[in-house]
């Protein structure tokens, strides 16, 4: 299986008051074509910036990329100019953010901000070729031609939304949450990209509507062949979706395997911990567990274990020197020193 996204000693750094912030640490990571990928961890660990850095849209007043590489189907991401990564974005890495009103132009119709995708795609691909019924100029109406109006309602029907002709002529506050998430996805995949990245696309969503825009990425990545990269702080949503589980602490990886592998066997004690604050079922309620402590101070780079402070199995060695990630299985990785030196 051929890679896709391949980071090596990946690092992110924010400049700010406070001093440099180094949000993604030394991050070395494979995503492999028709992967579902989960990259989980605490409100900042990095999983974020690591979304962010990939699709090229890292704040460049405060963020720069402090060492290695990141690179899309052999292309190094990091070193091209903020205008041959826009090459990129979209036609080949597209995006889905946490909160669609946000992301959704409020002034704009469903089916003509979808339509914008599409047009945009085709130029891409062949720009001297005029597109019939493109999006409005300024000042003048909109209309869609019926080619571009049946692509449209295509990309709706793919995500399933119900009525797509009634759907088109709607604006983003007429729409539930769910239904905005779809359309988000909609425009995502209208540009027909290699790599779909979802940044916690369920956190605003009721139980009911988030297992069915999880399902619905799993269908797309099952029908298109879709690069899924899932951003999330839950571990119930991965295991429903996710092929393989990257576990991220303080900007770095702690944790890398098949989803089965993680609950079954967790190796990390900071994975262990998400899944002890996980309740079920057949728990009682005082048996969770919560992890002690806060995330460390990364305006100090240290250069010891990152988690030691709160690691209830934590040893000397831990407090002087940082843990490498090691193969501790099959297509499983570890860094910790429970697993050796």
């Not at 239904?179 to 956190?203: C, F, G, K």
């Not at 460390?296 to 709160?310: N, S, Y």
Request: proline share 7%; glycine share 6%.
């Amino acid at each position: 299986m051929s890679t896709v996204l391949q980071l090596n000693d990946f690092s992110v750094q924010y400049n700010t008051s406070r001093g440099a912030v180094r949000a993604l640490d030394s991050v070395n990571l494979d995503i492999h074509q028709k992967e579902f990928i989960a990259i989980v961890g605490e409100s900042g660990c990095g999983k974020t910036t690591l979304g962010l850095a990939t699709i090229g849209l890292l704040p460049p007043q405060t963020a720069i990329v402090a060492g290695g590489s990141i690179f899309y189907k052999g292309v190094d991401l990091a070193k091209l100019t903020p205008k041959e990564v826009r090459n990129y974005r979209g036609s080949e890495i597209a995006m889905i953010f946490q909160e669609p009103l946000t992301s959704l132009n409020p002034l704009k119709r469903v089916g003509e901000q979808i339509a914008e995708s599409i047009v945009l795609r085709k130029r891409k691909n062949d720009p001297h070729t005029p597109v019939k019924g493109a999006p409005r100029i300024p000042g003048q109406k909109w209309k869609l031609s019926p080619d571009l109006k049946k692509e449209v309602e295509l990309m709706l029907t793919l995500v399933r939304i119900p009525d797509p002709d009634h759907i088109i002529e709607r604006y983003p506050f007429e729409l539930s949450g769910g239904m905005r998430q779809r359309v988000m996805i909609a425009m995502a995949l209208s540009q027909q990209p290699e790599l779909l990245i979802a940044d916690e696309p369920t956190t605003a969503l009721d139980v009911t509507t988030q297992a069915q825009v999880l399902k619905l990425m799993k269908e797309i990545k099952d029908k298109l062949g879709t690069t899924i990269m899932l951003v999330t702080h839950d571990l119930a949503v991965a295991s429903q979706v996710a092929d393989r589980v990257v576990v991220m602490y303080a900007g770095q990886i702690v944790e890398d395997a098949e989803v089965h592998e993680i609950f079954s066997q967790p190796k990390h004690p900071y994975t262990r911990g998400l899944l002890s604050c996980i309740p079920s079922g057949g728990r009682d309620r005082k048996q969770l567990t919560p992890i002690a402590g806060t995330i460390p101070d990364l305006t100090l780079r240290k250069e010891w274990c990152p988690f030691q402070p709160r690691c209830p199995f934590a040893m000397d060695v831990c407090s002087h020197k940082a843990p490498q990630l090691k193969e501790v299985g099959k297509d499983h990785r570890v860094a910790c020193f429970l697993y050796g030196e």
